[in-house]
């Protein structure tokens, strides 16, 4: 009975990623329609059309915006990222 069990492990299924968002620089890359509606409600993307779902940034270089340790990064500017990560590492290394 066990051995049955284990051969009916559940699967992990992928999120299907099925909105599609343009970049300001016009790269493209696709997302969850979970994920494009919450950067909607946050007025991050505009919907543009609908089959497939897509969007585009509003503000620029918003793509590059990335959270570190709660901390938001701007891609685009090399140095911020480099600082903040030489700064959590120095804070890494204390503990």
């Avoid at 494009?36 to 609908?50: L, M, N, S």
């Amino acid at each position: 009975m066990s051995a049955i069990k284990t051969t009916k492990k559940k699967k992990k299924t992928k999120k299907k990623k099925t909105a599609l968002v343009v970049c300001r620089d016009r790269k493209e890359f696709w997302t969850t329609q979970a994920q494009f509606w919450q950067w909607a409600r946050e007025g991050i993307v505009t919907k543009t059309q609908d089959n497939p779902l897509t969007g585009t940034f509003n503000r620029e270089h918003e793509e590059l915006m990335v959270l570190l340790s709660n901390t938001v990064l701007n891609l685009a500017h090399p140095n911020h990222m480099r600082e903040a990560l030489l700064s959590r590492r120095m804070g890494m290394s204390g503990k």
